[in-house]
């Protein structure tokens, strides 16, 4: 498969108050068009701020970011976010919401009906079409969530890029939407570099899994390949030896070989 | 009515959800009264509203007749009330400059307001925005209003006879330094804490600046702006019986002052009820007007 994503030697160095703060050092990454990637790390390992770099949001020190053979220099609709906490504008509605993103990507050259098609469709492919006109405050956390996916997917973007979208849900709610996002992966066949501290999430979702060491400077330690045939089951995977396996060798690198240190602060 | 504002008219059927949302609004807004139509009338609660109210006013009123029982230069509240009624009897008559009725004295004087609060809106909001989004004006500005903001609004109505050489323009002008700092503050606040995850929406979907500011800055910072117009009003109101006391002309301020001239210590006590009416009506307005603007943080 062709490179589509590309990290070359990116450095990323924070100038804070107290001083200089090295968060990443020499990341290299290729993912693949139609792949889904998973980084992995303790927290304060850098694994929001490489998502941040590709999706434009934070420019290298040094290095460069190729997204499609263009350098990525700013945010763009061609690789859109959905954010920890799903970022929903609250005196917009649902359909309001997705609408906005639709407005900007496709306003220029397609009528207002379609647009309007398109974020129903975009709703509709979370289940989320029956909510439509309700504002964020009215709906399940898990909902929202719903809802952050479908602004993203609204757009098409060449690239889905979440930052531990499932983090803030119960276990049951994040089950479920981990399955959804399974289907509708495989329906869109989006490219995706997602974040997570979730071993589980990382294994059933992912074709590859990025695994960081702790920061500062953190950078990529290993990357494992899943190689369990799709469409995925969470329940018969729970007793297949190769996923035991793929779990085993995460937990193995985040705890035993890179098991969190406390940083003084 | 929030609602109606955002949604497109294009759909009918969201009406429909607007008009279900109502409910939901009322039941966040404790003094919201219930809709007769569906919920039955709650005549314990009803009470238990109305009662502390108006047993706080009838305790004030039975205090000050029994202190005025035995006469003296205060008058009774029987008085006062007998003179209120030949008073507001005929609120519009105008007899030369220093002799109108009790009506015109009240709006000319809330014309003042609004002219100097209209003005103070206009410099104030505009400004608020600007201190809030750029970190080196808002450092720059931040110790004049600091040193500037304590000051009485009497010590500014010389400055104001001196630039405009006339009693009214001294007195707007009054008005429009004391109410602008609230509207400044709270809006820079406002600008300031727009959550930094909707800006990072705005940058990935990359919106034009006229979304950013129309969906995104002004719908965040409203409720604070709201709350800038709000204390300013109040404040305007405030400084508006001072001012005219020392400025004279038409207005509420003049007559309790022109009143005091005439020992008609009635119409003063008058006054203080109706100024204090007037201030809880325009208080009451905005706040109504601040609710429909308030979302839900999510």
């Not at chain 2, 949604?7 to 219930?34: G, I, Q, R």
Request: net charge positive; proline share 5%.
């Amino acid at each position: 498969m062709k490179s589509f994503i590309h990290v070359q030697n990116a450095e990323m160095v924070f100038h804070t108050k107290k001083g200089r703060f090295h968060a990443l050092r020499q990341i290299n990454l290729s993912v693949a068009q139609g792949e889904f990637v998973t980084l992995i790390g303790h927290s304060g390992c850098g694994k929001s701020t490489l998502l941040n770099l590709i999706a434009g949001l934070t420019l290298p020190t040094d290095g460069a970011l190729i997204c499609d053979n263009r350098e990525i220099a700013a945010p763009g609709p061609e690789r859109a976010v959905v954010f920890q906490n799903h970022s929903l504008l609250p005196w917009l509605t649902c359909e309001e919401n997705v609408h906005l993103a639709v407005e900007r990507v496709f306003g220029a050259t397609e009528s207002g009906a379609m647009l309007k098609a398109r974020s129903r469709a975009a709703l509709d492919l979370v289940n989320m079409g029956h909510a439509a006109s309700k504002r964020p405050h009215e709906i399940s956390g898990g909902m929202k969530q719903r809802v952050g996916i479908a602004r993203a997917l609204a757009i098409e973007p060449k690239v889905l890029l979440m930052d531990e979208p499932f983090g803030a849900l119960d276990a049951l709610t994040r089950a479920h939407l981990q399955d959804e996002l399974l289907k509708i992966v495989a329906r869109t066949k989006s490219t995706v570099v997602m974040v997570t501290h979730d071993v589980d999430e990382a294994v059933l979702l992912s074709d590859r899994i990025v695994m960081m060491t702790n920061g500062p400077a953190a950078t990529i330690g290993e990357i494992v390949s899943i190689d369990l045939e799709r469409p995925r089951n969470r329940v018969e995977l729970a007793a297949d030896a190769r996923y035991v396996r793929y779990r085993k060798e995460v937990l193995d690198f985040l705890y035993t070989r890179h098991g969190h240190v406390e940083r003084a602060a | 009515m929030v609602s109606a504002v955002f949604h497109s008219p294009l759909d009918a059927s969201k009406e429909a959800d607007a008009a279900a949302d109502k409910p939901k609004t009322a039941v966040a807004t404790p003094s919201a009264t219930a809709r007769p139509a569906r919920t039955p009338f709650d005549g314990r609660g009803f009470l238990l509203k109305v009662i502390p109210p108006v047993a706080g006013i009838a305790a004030l009123i039975g205090i000050w007749a029994l202190l005025t029982m035995k006469g003296g230069a205060f008058p009774t509240p029987a008085d006062t009330l007998k003179e209120a009624v030949a008073l507001f009897s005929d609120p519009f008559y105008s007899r030369g400059p220093n002799d109108q009725g009790i009506g015109w004295n009240i709006l000319f004087s809330l014309q003042r307001v609004a002219v100097g609060f209209g003005l103070a809106a206009l410099v104030g909001i505009p400004l608020g925005f600007m201190i809030g989004r750029f970190g080196f004006l808002s450092r720059m500005v931040s110790p004049l209003i600091g040193l500037l903001r304590p000051v009485s609004p009497l010590a500014w109505l010389p400055i104001g006879l001196l630039v405009f050489k006339a009693a009214n323009p001294a007195a707007i002008w009054t008005i429009f330094i004391c109410s602008i700092w609230p509207m400044i503050i709270n809006t820079a606040a406002g600008v300031q804490r727009v959550p930094a995850d909707y800006l990072n929406v705005a940058r990935v979907l990359n919106l034009s600046e006229w979304n950013v500011i129309t969906k995104i800055l002004f719908p965040a910072v409203l409720p604070y702006m709201l709350t800038g117009v709000r204390l300013s009003v109040g404040t305007a109101w405030l400084v508006i019986v001072a001012a005219e006391m020392l400025t004279g002309g038409v207005g509420i301020g003049f007559w309790v002052w022109d009143e005091w001239n005439n020992l008609n210590v009635t119409h003063i006590l008058i006054a203080i009820f109706l100024i204090g009416t007037v201030g809880l009506l325009l208080e009451w307005a905005l706040v109504s007007i601040a609710r429909r603007f308030t979302y839900d943080d999510v």
